[in-house]
């Protein structure tokens, strides 16, 4: 499995776009790039999937470049709610057994 | 309707006991994982299981062990129960070839 990095923290008013990047160098041919959220006290929730390019949803977008190599997770315009750990996951995780394996995370602080 | 069901939520027992969290989701899956994140909020897979595969991350100690009576329940049982297992262990599920996971409440457990 495609080892991640992400910052540990990041910090943002109310209102601004947030962009929270992901490095996975040793991505496989066929690993899939998934974001999850976790609010305290409660499990993760998947937020985005992208295999490459950009894919965006309801809730967020996310920003694959060609080498596949980073991924940036796009929030916009956050709010206090917004405030949670966010992970970045790579992996076949559309076939097979796969165990979904979580980093540490990025831990967002929404300020009013 | 909750798709992802632990019960309990919260767990107090004795060092050296031995316990049971209970797993149900209703949405018709075929894979379900035990997860456990501690005092640091790194969370880490435990087990990943089918109905054809089982996968144990090695780092488990064998004094835990999933029990499966159906496709929709996983369970988790805890043998010997030691201060080091103080922790939030969080169920989850997915089918297979889809992305998004599915996870539950989480259930804290405390060993005293």
């Known amino acids: 499995l495609a080892k991640t990095t992400q910052p540990i923290s990041m910090d943002s008013y109310e209102g601004q776009e947030v962009n929270i990047t992901c490095s996975h160098n040793n991505i496989a041919t066929n690993d899939y790039i998934t974001w999850y959220q976790q609010f305290p006290s409660q499990g993760p929730r998947f937020i985005i999937q992208?295999?490459?390019t950009k894919v965006t949803n309801e809730v967020a977008s996310l920003f694959i470049p060609a080498d596949r190599k980073s991924s940036t997770l796009s929030l916009p315009r956050v709010s206090l709610s917004d405030t949670a750990v966010y992970y970045c996951?790579?992996?076949?995780?559309?076939?097979?057994?796969?165990?979904?394996?979580f980093g540490k995370g990025t831990r967002l602080s929404v300020i009013a | 309707d909750t798709a992802v069901s632990q019960t309990p939520k919260y767990l107090v027992t004795q060092m050296g006991n031995d316990k049971s969290i209970k797993c149900e989701q209703n949405?018709?899956?075929?894979?379900m994982y035990w997860y456990k994140q501690d005092s640091k909020k790194f969370l880490k897979i435990m087990f990943s299981?089918?109905?054809?595969?089982?996968?144990i991350n090695e780092t488990v100690p064998n004094r835990f062990s999933p029990k499966s009576p159906d496709k929709a329940h996983l369970n988790l049982h805890i043998n010997s129960l030691e201060l080091g297992d103080s922790a939030v262990y969080f169920c989850?599920?997915?089918?297979?070839?889809?992305?998004?996971?599915?996870f539950g409440q989480g259930t804290r457990l405390t060993v005293v």
């Open positions: 992208g295999y490459k």
């Open positions: 989850a599920s997915k089918q297979t070839e889809n992305t998004e996971a599915f």
């Open positions: 949405l018709g899956h075929d894979t």
């Open positions: 996951l790579v992996g076949d995780s559309n076939s097979g057994n796969t165990p979904l394996v």
């Open positions: 299981y089918n109905n054809k595969e089982l996968i």
